[in-house]
């Protein structure tokens, strides 16, 4: 769970940085495809997209605190979030994005139901944790 989280924060806060970036650029690109690529991009609503990437870091913030504290709702937050994350990709046709969200929200899932049925709690972690 923590390197599913810690992956997908270092995505989300790139993402942020890189969207960011784009807000306000005016420049003539002397490449016409890449100057179609930012025209595509500056009509694009560059906010929305912005403020859905801060929302996936809350949430996967929110699961490594889920993780750290063996929360289940804080745990259940995060998988509900890749799960999204799949569910959106399978509407941009993006086969290979609901894939590795996924991927990323099995370990919340096993996770939840671990705690959910107590194999995992912090009295038995020593015996349960691998390394």
């Not at 100057?35 to 929305?48: A, E, R």
């Not at 099995?106 to 972690?125: D, I, T």
Request: with cysteine; glycine share 8%; hydrophobic share 50%.
């Amino acid at each position: 769970m923590f390197v599913a989280n810690g992956i997908g924060l270092a995505f989300y806060t790139l993402m942020i940085v890189s969207f960011s970036l784009l807000v306000g650029d005016t420049l003539n690109y002397d490449d016409d495809r890449v100057q179609s690529v930012m025209d595509t991009l500056d009509n694009t609503v560059i906010g929305f997209t912005i403020t859905t990437f801060v929302i996936g870091a809350v949430c996967t913030m929110t699961a490594l605190y889920g993780a750290f504290k063996f929360n289940q709702v804080a745990t259940c937050v995060g998988g509900c979030w890749f799960l999204f994350e799949a569910i959106r990709s399978l509407f941009l046709r993006d086969v290979i994005g609901a894939v590795i969200a996924l991927a990323f929200g099995y370990p919340h899932a096993v996770f939840f139901y671990e705690l959910k049925n107590g194999v995992m709690s912090p009295s038995n972690y020593p015996d349960q944790k691998v390394w």
